[in-house]
């Protein structure tokens, strides 16, 4: 199958534009601000842009949540938050069904309980 070149531009044309190229020293990839000049350095600013878009959980403890049931996937629980791990990866949760520990993925903020005393402004 051949391959359609819409832009017709003629192969000398092309070599002169990469030569000058060449010789002005432009390298890289993209517009001039985000120009990138090799594929390590484009991965590590695709990371950094995922690190910033990746959620960040907030619950604190005495935040009631909604699971799944691990026994029954089809059904949901509400569970308050006990403890929180360090690394902020897992919750555990006292249940109707006992107590659970769950990935912070999982869970979602249904109630916070606003605590007076944390209220600084009084």
């Given at each position: 199958m051949r391959r359609?070149?819409?832009l017709k531009v003629p192969p000398a044309v092309r070599a002169a534009a990469?030569?000058?190229?060449?010789?002005?020293?432009?390298?890289?990839?993209?517009?001039p601000k985000l120009r990138v000049t090799d594929g390590v350095a484009a991965s590590q600013?695709?990371?950094?842009?995922?690190d910033q878009k990746r959620?960040?959980?907030l619950f604190r403890e005495g935040?009631?949540?909604?699971?799944?049931?691990p026994q029954n996937i089809l059904e949901s629980l509400l569970g308050m938050v006990i403890s929180i791990d360090q690394a902020y990866e897992t919750l555990t949760l006292t249940t109707?069904?006992?107590?659970?520990?769950?990935h912070c993925k999982t869970a979602k903020l249904v109630d916070r309980l606003?605590?007076?005393c944390d209220n600084a402004s009084e």
């Open positions: 359609s070149n819409k990469r030569q000058t190229a060449k010789a002005q020293g432009v390298t890289g990839l993209g517009k600013m695709r990371q950094q842009f995922r959620p960040k959980w935040d009631m949540v909604r699971v799944k049931n109707p069904a006992g107590m659970l520990t769950v606003d605590d007076p």
